[in-house]
C-alpha cells in the first residue's frame, strides 16, 4: 500500500509478535479463567478462542504488537523478556476492556470478522465484561507486590484515561462537521498512542527502569501509536475487506472523522470543496440513510478525499511519526539487539495490510 | 421500620458521616475535575452537584457511609483519620462507577430522586464516564506512590472484581424462576458486601495495617454490607418513595430476586406456594406488560412476600448481619473511641430509612 515504506524485516518480526503470543497467551488465558461463569465464555468469544456455540477455535487473537513490545520493553531495561509477561497481559487486558465498549458505543457489529460481543451476547455482557478485563489488568499487575509493579500500574491507568478521552473525542467528532487536523492527532494520540506507548514502559518499568528511560520508551511509543493509527485510517477506508476483517469503506459507513477525511476538508481546492459539501449533506441524513448507501456512493467519497489529497497526506503522516519514533530510541541507552528490534516493529507498523 | 433494632446515636453517626463528606467530597471533586469535557459534567451530575442544565445544585450525595467508614478504618490502625482521604475517594469512585453501569444495564431511569445519567446524556456518557472514574479510583491511590498503596489498590481491585460477578449473577437471576436463599446472599456479598469490606479496610492499609488486621476489618465490613443490603431489599418492596428517591415497589416492577422474595419462595406453605405461582406466570410477561401493573397489584404481590414470612425473615438476617459484624471488632486491636464508632455506624446502617 505504501510504496515508500521501508522494507521490513519480515523474519525478525514474525518471530517477535510470535515470541508475544507465545509468551502471554497462556497468563492472559489463566487470567480470564479467573472470571466467573458466564464472563469467562463471553471474554474467551471476545478473544477469538471459542465460538459462538463455546467451541474451541484456532482463533485470530489479532497482530499481538503490544505484548512484543511489552517483552522487548524489559529487555530494554536489561531485564529478562519474562519479567515483560505481566505487563504484556495487562496491556491486553485493558486493549480489549476498550474495544468491547467501544464495539458497543460505536454499534460496531463487526471485529476480526466475527460478530462482536454486544450482538452475540447483548450489551449488559460487553459492559460487564469489559469492566471485568480493566479490573482484572490492575489485578496481574498489582499482585506482583512490589513499588515497580505499583509504578506499572499507574502508567497502565493514566493511559487508559487517555484512551477513554479519546473514546469520548471520537464520538463527540461524529456529530461535528468539523474536525480539524490538529483535534484529530490529538485524539488519535489518545485513543492509540497511549496505550502503545503505555506497552513500550511496562515493561521496563516492572524491569526496574528509572521514570526518565520510561518517559522516552514511552515517546517512541507514542509516535509508533500515531503512525500505526494512521496505517489504520487508511485500512479504514482503502482496506481489503478480507484482510481487515471489516466492512468496505468502514470509517466511511460510520462518518468517521479520520486523518484522511480531515487531512482532504483541510487541503483547500476544488475536490476539497465538493468534498465539503457532500459531507456536509450527509451530516444530516440518517444513520439507516447512510448505511442504505451503494458500494459506489461510498467509493466517491473515497475518491474525492484521494484527489483532495487525504489519503497521500495519510501516508505521509505515518512515515513522519515512524521516524519520531525511531529516532526517540537514540535518547537512551539499550541494548543494540533490542534497539534494532524495535525499528524492526516500527517498519512492521507502517506497512501492514491488516 | 425494625422496632427490635439497636437505639442508635443519632448525633454521633450524623457527625461521622459529616466528617467523611466533608474531608472527602473537596478530594473527590478535585479527583471529578480532572476528566475532559463532556466527562467531567456528566460526572459531576452523576454525583448531584450539577443540575441537568449545568446549574450547580445544593445536591444529594448519598449517604456517605462509605467515606465515614474509610476515615474510621484509618482510625482503627492508629493512624490520622486523613490518611483515609484517598481511600474513601477511590471507593466512592468505584461505587459511582458501579452505579453508572448497573444503572444503565439495568435500565433504571431515576436514582436519587433525579433521572439517572444514561437516560440524560445517553448510554455512551454513561460507559465512558463509568469507564473513567473506576480509572480515577486507581490514579488516585497509586500516585501516592507507596507500597501501602499498592497493596490498597490491590484489595480495591479485588473488591471492583466482586462487584461486577454480584451484577452478573443479579443479572443472571432476573432470568431465572428460582433463586435460592444462599445464592441470593452469595450475589448480595458480592454485589454490596466486598466493597463495604474494602471501605472499611482501605483506611487502615494506607495507614500501615498488616494483611490480617485488614482482613478482620473486610470481615466487620463483609457483615455490615450484607446487613446494609437486607435493608435495602425491604426498602426495595416497602420504602417511602419519598425517601429513597426510587418508584413504589422498585424491585417488584424489575421482578428482581431479592432477599424478601426469595425467602418468601422458599418458606412453603400456602402464601408461598400461591407467591411461587403468580411470580412463574409473571416470568412469562413482557417489560412492558410487568410495567403497565397496577399499584394495587404490586401491592397484593408484596402482602404475599409479607404473608409468606420474607419481609421478617429478612428484618432478622438484617439483625443477625448486624451482629456477625458488630464480634468481628473484637477479633482486632483497636483505640475504645473507633469500635464505638464502627459500631454506632452499624447501628445506624439496619434502622435507616433511606
Avoid at 468491547?100 to 476480526?112: A, I, T, V
Avoid at 469489559?130 to 509493579?149: R, S
Amino acid at each position: 500500500m505504501n510504496p515508500a515504506s521501508p522494507a521490513i524485516d519480515t523474519a525478525r518480526v514474525t518471530a517477535l509478535l510470535e515470541r508475544g503470543r507465545t509468551l502471554a497467551t497462556p497468563v492472559l488465558r489463566a487470567a480470564v479463567n479467573r472470571l466467573a461463569p458466564p464472563m469467562d465464555a463471553v471474554a474467551a468469544y471476545h478473544f477469538g478462542w471459542i465460538d459462538v456455540d463455546g467451541r474451541p477455535t484456532a482463533g485470530d487473537g489479532g497482530k499481538a504488537v503490544r505484548p512484543a513490545l511489552a517483552l522487548l520493553s524489559a529487555e530494554a531495561a536489561g531485564a529478562a523478556p519474562e519479567v515483560g509477561i505481566p505487563g504484556a497481559v495487562a496491556v491486553e487486558l485493558v486493549h480489549n476492556f476498550s474495544l468491547l465498549h467501544d464495539d458497543l458505543m460505536d454499534g460496531d457489529e463487526q471485529r476480526r470478522h466475527r460478530d462482536t460481543v454486544w450482538k452475540v451476547h447483548g450489551p449488559a455482557q460487553a459492559i460487564l465484561v469489559g469492566d471485568a478485563l480493566f479490573a482484572l489488568a490492575n489485578e496481574i499487575l498489582l499482585e506482583l507486590g512490589t513499588v515497580d509493579a505499583g509504578r506499572a500500574t499507574r502508567r497502565l491507568t493514566l493511559a487508559t484515561r487517555k484512551l477513554i478521552d479519546g473514546q469520548a473525542q471520537d464520538i463527540s467528532y461524529e456529530h461535528r462537521e468539523r474536525v480539524t487536523v490538529e483535534e484529530c492527532l490529538e485524539m488519535e494520540g489518545n485513543k492509540t498512542g497511549a496505550l502503545l506507548a503505555c506497552a513500550v514502559s511496562i515493561g521496563a518499568v516492572l524491569g526496574g527502569a528509572d521514570d526518565r528511560t520510561a518517559d522516552i520508551l514511552e515517546k517512541y511509543g507514542y509516535h509508533l501509536g500515531l503512525a500505526f493509527q494512521a496505517v489504520d485510517d487508511l485500512l479504514g477506508i482503502w482496506g481489503d475487506p478480507e484482510s481487515t476483517g471489516k466492512q468496505t469503506w468502514s470509517d466511511l459507513r460510520q462518518r468517521k472523522k479520520s486523518l484522511p477525511v480531515v487531512a482532504a476538508l483541510a487541503a483547500g481546492g476544488p475536490a476539497s470543496e465538493r468534498l465539503a459539501d457532500i459531507l456536509a449533506a450527509d451530516a444530516k441524513k440518517s444513520e439507516t440513510e447512510i448505511a442504505d448507501f451503494t458500494e459506489e456512493e461510498f467509493a466517491s467519497r473515497a475518491a474525492l478525499i484521494e484527489e483532495a489529497g487525504g489519503r497521500e497526506w495519510t501516508s505521509e503522516e505515518a512515515r513522519r511519526q515512524h521516524a519520531t519514533a525511531v529516532a526517540a530510541l537514540d535518547e537512551v541507552d539499550m541494548p543494540e539487539q533490542v534497539r534494532a528490534q524495535l525499528v524492526a516493529l516500527a517498519d512492521f507498523v507502517v506497512v501492514r495490510e491488516r
